[in-house]
């Protein structure tokens, strides 16, 4: 049984590009769509002998090239200068490498320096610096992807976040024990358990569910953990350290977040059913009131908190299977989006008002989009795989989601421009609840490896 219709069952028992290169005034945009068969050739050239720099490049590399897809990124041609090249020695490149970037460490001012070209013409498009001290070398790769990626295809850079998400381990004596992990959306699909992109937040423990603040200055993941009494909500922060957030009796599940933190809905069990309470700080910023939201005899799930404080969420008060609902919190008026079927885990992508859910299609769950404005629903993925717990990029062109297929599961992201699938999680192991972390301000630091 799949983890979608799992997750809701737990709750019913234990309740009861082609590249274009414009060319204006010698100023240059790069866009990658959806129709490149080929990725863009690009030089990443190294001026200076730095060993940091380096590393830094070879990492950046990974995120430029997104190896995982086929058609989203760039070919990677690094080479080392003792200087920045002359436009006679840029132009050489024109042909064969139509974008160069120059990177560079600034001693004086302990900075990295990046230079965006146009190599035909020898111009430089765009450029910029960041200080780096006490800046990992993964965090400034990442720091400089995300400053490139928008001058390269005009989208917002998204390398610098992170998917939360459990993974089974083996126990002799429990069963449904998970580790807690992070990984890199960059990542590469490894048949080892070494993986250089990802990280431990909780080592064993019968966790699900995870789901990340938006306070973005103190990054949390907050998760649900079965305890011999309840289901209660938890927090971990980026050292490892927890904390209970909610442990009433029941089920203490799914938080939502506002985008400046001062509300948050989640699943409460009240009376043998899961209803939806929003948690609200007052202005004081030091009190604050707990409020219910639905109150019908279904199970009330997955809610997604919109910025007008409407929710997108799953209910089965209208039907024998879950619908996908949304509550206008202006009139406490409840919408049914759908009428038919059995659909799970709605997430509203606020850039271009779509969401993306789950729906069972001939026994198999599969990604939906449903636009808000057109009310039109688009079915996206058809293989005979089940796809759970889908989750946006806060960049919007990507969803990351669970692939089972009865044996494994594994977390696999999609392009929605290109309609292109792939993996970043090992094909033996079993990854489930995926939750893609916003763009905090402050770097993502879990580990030596980071």
Not at 185 to 196: E, G, I, L, M, W
Request: net charge positive.
């Amino acid at each position: 049984m799949m983890s979608c219709k799992r997750l809701f069952l737990i709750i019913v028992i234990l309740c009861n590009f082609p590249f274009l290169l414009a060319q204006n005034n010698h100023q240059a945009s790069m866009i990658i769509s959806a129709s490149k068969s080929e990725k863009t050739p690009l030089l990443l050239g190294l001026v200076g002998n730095n060993i940091q720099l380096t590393s830094c490049a070879d990492i950046l590399k990974i995120m430029l090239e997104q190896k995982h897809f086929k058609t989203m990124g760039f070919q990677v041609a690094q080479e080392n200068f003792l200087s920045i090249p002359s436009k006679r020695t840029i132009k050489k490149y024109g042909s064969s490498h139509p974008i160069g970037i120059f990177l560079e460490y600034n001693k004086k001012n302990n900075a990295l320096v990046w230079r965006l070209y146009d190599t035909f013409y020898a111009s430089m498009i765009k450029g910029g610096q960041f200080n780096i001290q006490d800046m990992p070398v993964r965090v400034q790769a990442e720091h400089l992807a995300d400053q490139l990626w928008p001058a390269l295809t005009g989208q917002p850079g998204f390398f610098s976040t992170r998917i939360a998400f459990c993974k089974d381990i083996k126990s002799n004596n429990q069963r449904g024990i998970k580790q807690l992990c992070v990984i890199a959306p960059y990542a590469q699909t490894t048949k080892s358990d070494d993986n250089a992109f990802l990280n431990t937040l909780i080592e064993r423990g019968k966790v699900f569910a995870p789901r990340w603040n938006q306070d973005t200055q103190n990054p949390l993941v907050l998760y649900s953990e079965s305890t011999l009494s309840n289901v209660r909500l938890m927090s971990v922060d980026l050292k490892q350290k927890r904390k209970i957030i909610s442990n009433f009796d029941g089920l203490n599940m799914l938080p939502s977040f506002s985008s400046d933190g001062k509300r948050v809905v989640y699943c409460l069990s009240i009376n043998s059913k899961s209803q939806l309470y929003l948690y609200e700080l007052n202005e004081d910023k030091e009190t604050a009131h707990l409020k219910r939201l639905t109150h019908n005899a279904g199970n009330n799930l997955s809610p997604f908190l919109c910025a007008n404080g409407d929710i997108i969420f799953c209910s089965d008060f209208e039907g024998k299977g879950p619908q996908i609902c949304r509550y206008h919190h202006k009139d406490n008026v409840i919408e049914a989006i759908t009428r038919n079927g059995y659909y799970a885990c709605p997430v509203l992508n606020p850039k271009i008002e779509v969401i993306a859910y789950c729906k069972n299609v001939k026994g198999y769950m599969q990604i939906y989009l449903y636009d808000t404005k057109t009310k039109k629903h688009e079915q996206v993925t058809f293989d005979n795989t089940h796809k759970e717990e889908c989750t946006w990029s806060p960049c919007g062109n990507l969803l990351a989601y669970s692939v089972d297929t009865g044996k494994t599961s594994r977390i696999a992201l999609f392009n929605t421009n290109t309609r292109e699938q792939q993996f970043i999680t090992a094909a033996h192991e079993r990854c489930t609840y995926p939750a893609w972390s916003p763009q905090y301000e402050r770097p993502i630091v879990l580990a030596s490896r980071d």
